[in-house]
């Protein structure tokens, strides 16, 4: 450990560690466009420029490694200068098209002119023309124009996923990002450039002129596309006189999970989230109310032999309650999985696609397997917790907890309760990590959460602290709730 | 910051019986009363609607309008500013991709709710394209149901200008 001096107020930090790492770490603002976590830095867009004690000339603090009693300065007047002079050149030939662009609203240049520049254009030639609104394949829009020549793009196509599909052609000032000839982009996780782009050079299709970026609200959250359990952001919010939309996902950072990205697959999932059912109570075929089918599930859980199917998707509070239902009417809970042997990969994609078979498999539900068949026929009631696996043998008695439209709709009773965008809860993932994903403080929810549903069945009162508190000791290894909601922690498989 | 403590005036007698106020008071509206008694046409108030106001000017918030470019395209880029500076939350806006070539953005619909609108007229100073304006000159708004209140696009872009330069300035 060594001690730096930033603005004259000591850091300490490990040595040889990259400046501009320990000055981010450190909520020191420094701006610059090509370093990155993932991707490491460039230098190329020399934006990063601090002054030194003892150097002559502003140095990178990209390329600058930390020593004992190194003093830097990022506020000082003649780095300002500097910093305002790199981003005129940065913004020599920019179009200043905000107004038509995406990324207004989170784009670093904005940001930083907000910063350092301030100032009025003194260019007076004609800027340069390069191509608008390119379609590069995978969801993802190319504005040349707007492009600031970071390569963060063209560096995650060469390191991250080594599929090489962009290179920067062209020399100078006419240099330009673009696809390798005879390719485009084509890979599972090619819509990270959207988000590793700083500017709006690079951006999404699917999103494209939805909405601008500061109307929405960010929840934190989880992927629920496969077992991986990416950390996201929901970019979500609800306009005047209509219901919440969800726009987006993007990932989270999370270095025990995803680190920087999320696939492809997992961000478009979020369409999922925009088709979930009506909010409705279904008995008998019939719309009712909560409170007479509440009813009614309790007097059938009283007198029927009743068997329970959950998707390994649930959350783990939820599948502790029903876990506890189970105890309490003593009935059988079994889960069944999809897995996709072609989805799987060895980076963020795993071929279980269901997000919590971990929390399943540890609570001793059994896989629905030919004892699931055979019991099956000695039963007159089958609860159905959201699983897509649900078979229905003979006319038999069903209860369905869902959140999206299911297969025999309306040929039994339905509970409908609110999708992971809207709730909140604990995940483990396959490699045995458990992780929280939040609920949006802005959203009214108009559905009832299955934790509420359960809770009434029970009679019980449970939050999702307690009921996790309460098994705490016996399946998750004494973690705290709270330790887990700030932090995703290692179970160990 | 200091506080500045500022005493207030004490009342006398004579202020407590009003007498004095009152005869002030009285004064000014006999005033008033018998100089507009003998000269009528001098009274600032008009017969509305018998008689129309003269005195709008371009400057006057009257009923919104967009433009269009010298062209004949839309001025609006759907950038959503207007919606962003509107206090009540009138102004409903989804976006698409232009179409007739001139830019990359337009807006699909375009929609003032005008029982909403407080005419404040942030939007057209929010605007960078000069492509809502309030210079419709309109200080009336009629409609037989509420419905009709929600001005779209169509009608918006239908609205002249009542002082002239119908035309977009920005690029």
Known sequence: MVTIYVNNKPIICKDKELLIKVLKENDIFIPHFCYHESLGADGNCRMCLVEIEGSKRPQIACDTFVYDGLRVHTKSESILETNKDILELELLSHPVDCPTCDQAGECSLQNYYMEYGLYDSRVSVAKNKKDKALDLGSNIMLDQERCVLCMRCVRFCSDITKTDELVVMGRGNDSYITTTPFMRLSNPYAMNVIDLCPVGALTSKDFRFKQRVWFLDSTQSICHACSKNCSIFIDHNAQKNQNDHVHRFRPRVNTMVNGHFICDEGRLSYKKANETRKNDFIMKSRISTYESILKHTKKLLQSENAIALVSASLSVEQMLLVKELSEMYLFDVYYDYKEDEKFGDDFLKSSIKESNLYTAKLLDFKLVDKPYEESLISKSLILNFNSEFISKPRPIEMIEFLTHEGKFERSSSIFTYEYFHNDMGLLINSDGVISSYKKSSKVKSEKFTLLKILNDLLDESYTNESIYEKYKELFFKNIPYSKIMKQSQRLGL | ?171
């Open chain 2, 1 to 171: 910051m200091g506080i500045k403590t500022v005493q207030r005036p004490q009342k006398s007698l004579k202020h407590s019986l009003y007498i004095s106020a009152l005869y002030g008071g009285l004064k000014t509206t006999i005033k008033k009363f018998t100089q507009n008694i003998s000269d009528i046409d001098s009274i600032p108030t008009i017969n509305y609607p018998e008689q129309q106001p003269s005195d709008i000017t371009s400057r006057y918030r009257g009923v919104h309008r967009l433009t269009k470019r010298a062209d004949d395209t839309i001025s609006c880029v759907a950038c959503f500013m207007c919606a962003t500076a509107c206090p009540s939350k009138c102004i409903f806006i989804e976006a698409t991709q232009r179409t007739d070539g001139v830019d990359e953005k337009m807006p699909r619909t375009f929609t003032i709710d005008m029982l909403e609108c407080v005419f404040c007229g942030y939007c057209v100073e929010a605007c960078p394209c000069d492509a809502i304006r309030m210079d419709s000159g309109i200080f009336t708004l009629i409609a037989k149901q509420r419905e009709d209140f929600l001005y779209d696009k169509e009608k918006l872009l239908s609205i002249k200008g009542a002082f002239g330069n119908e035309v977009s300035n920005a690029k």
